[in-house]
């Protein structure tokens, strides 16, 4: 499955919080430093963080820069609210304007795997059909939600040997 097309720097200020952008200003005026930011969720979650790291991966490489990504926990594993799932090192003039967007790529994901995780576990012998094309708000949505059911089905089956989710109703997110 093809991940959503990388946005273009004005996309990428439209949808980032303001004080990121004015923090970014900031930064370029009085001098970059390297940061370290710990991701984590306030909630148990499941981990999925594929998207997150391509969203960093491709901004590092638009930037003609390098971020470190060490991931804490495999994808479908199991998470604890507050614990860091991903550390990331780099520029903090390059990573500042990410925050927003590299959240919502990690956060919906992950709690979806984890609700799709508890209902495969709750129903083991059911096979569930991904229906993410109608419930969601646009292509990339879909895309995430058909990701989480792939983990989240990951998930369950190693923890309840559960059939889980076993396809998708759309071809778009069939490969998720």
């Not at 001098?31 to 930011?37: K, L, Q, S």
């Not at 500042?96 to 956060?107: M, N, S, Y």
Request: with cysteine.
């Amino acid at each position: 499955m093809a991940a959503a097309a990388p946005l273009d720097a004005d996309g990428l200020a439209a949808r980032t919080d303001s004080y990121f952008l004015k923090t970014k200003a900031i930064v370029e005026r009085f001098g970059d430093r390297e940061a370290t930011y710990a991701v984590f969720m306030r909630r148990p979650v499941i981990s999925a963080p594929r998207l997150a790291v391509e969203f960093l991966e491709t901004m590092a490489a638009e930037r003609r820069t390098e971020f470190a990504i060490e991931r804490n926990y495999p994808e479908s594993a199991w998470v604890g609210a507050g614990e860091p799932i991903l550390y990331v090192t780099g520029p903090l003039y390059h990573l500042v304007d990410l925050e927003t967007v590299l959240l919502q790529k990690l956060g919906p994901v992950c709690v979806a795997a984890y609700n799709a995780s508890a209902m495969c576990a709750d129903l083991p012998k059911v096979a569930f059909m991904a229906m993410d094309a109608r419930h969601c708000a646009g292509g990339e949505m879909a895309q995430m939600m058909a990701y989480a059911a792939a983990v989240g089905s990951a998930h369950a089956r190693r923890v309840a040997d559960a059939v889980g989710f076993v396809g998708s109703a759309a071809a778009a997110t069939a490969a998720a």
